[in-house]
């Protein structure tokens, strides 16, 4: 049974500073990765999807790696600003499905 | 990016009604979705999946029963929490695939609360 493992739960920092956020999961034959910002009471918006044979997504101050022999991603935020703060979450996806595995999240504070 | 909308955000019944929550694939036709329901400081956990024009498909300890999933046509998912109890206070949101894509996308989420 796939389980997916997000360190730290929670985060804080100063605004400007450089971040990784950390996913391992246990499974290593995923289908995609997907790094999911969630706001309170919101749904959730998709940040970076890592397909199985990828090792990066970059969108803007975002970064995502994957290595999926050892079951781990980071998300990799520069120059945080107080915007990013939100809860994020990491997801696989089963293989050839389109389910996804979640972790608890991490729960980012930026603080001005 | 594709549009998934879900109704109503938020819902506070009355113990022993029933609720309904509509997921919505505005821009395209989603032949399957998908429901998940996170607790608080919990995970999001796929309640089941949802295929047009036949019968949901339940995850593990999901009563079928109690969680009713219509997948009418290609655009619409219901799922209809029957005899609702506190204990099913949640938040429950749906995604939806595009055929040909790589990613689901995920509707905006409904806050139910049961008094």
């Known amino acids: 049974k796939q389980e997916v493992t997000q360190i730290p739960a929670a985060l804080s920092v100063p605004e400007g500073e450089n971040l990784v956020l950390n996913c391992s999961f246990t499974?290593?034959?995923?289908?995609?990765l997907q790094w999911f910002r969630q706001d309170p009471g919101k749904g959730l918006t998709s940040l970076l999807l890592?397909?199985?044979?990828?090792r990066e997504q970059t969108s803007g101050r975002l970064n995502a790696s994957l290595d999926k022999s050892s079951g781990r991603s980071t998300l990799y935020i520069a120059a945080s600003q107080p915007g990013d703060s939100a809860t994020y979450l990491c997801?696989?996806?089963?293989?050839?499905?389109?389910?996804?595995?979640f972790g608890k999240g991490t729960k980012l504070t930026v603080n001005p | 990016g594709a549009v998934v909308s879900q109704h109503p955000s938020r819902v506070i019944c009355k113990s022993g009604t029933s609720v309904k929550i509509e997921c919505r694939s505005l821009?395209?036709?989603?032949?399957?979705m998908f429901w998940y329901r996170q607790f608080p400081k919990q995970s999001l956990m796929l309640m089941a999946t949802?295929?047009?024009?036949?019968?949901?498909?339940?995850e593990q300890g999901v009563e079928k029963d109690k969680f009713l999933i219509n997948h009418a046509s290609l655009t619409l998912s219901t799922l209809t929490v029957t005899s609702a109890h506190p204990e099913d206070s949640s938040f429950y949101i749906c995604?939806?695939?595009?055929?040909?894509?790589?990613?689901?996308?995920f509707g905006q989420g409904t806050r139910l609360t049961v008094v």
């Open positions: 995604s939806a695939f595009r055929q040909g894509a790589t990613e689901a996308f």
């Open positions: 499974d290593s034959a995923i289908y995609n």
């Open positions: 890592i397909q199985s044979s990828q």
């Open positions: 997801a696989v996806g089963r293989g050839g499905s389109e389910k996804l595995v």
């Open positions: 821009d395209f036709q989603a032949t399957t």
């Open positions: 949802s295929n047009e024009g036949s019968k949901a498909t339940y």
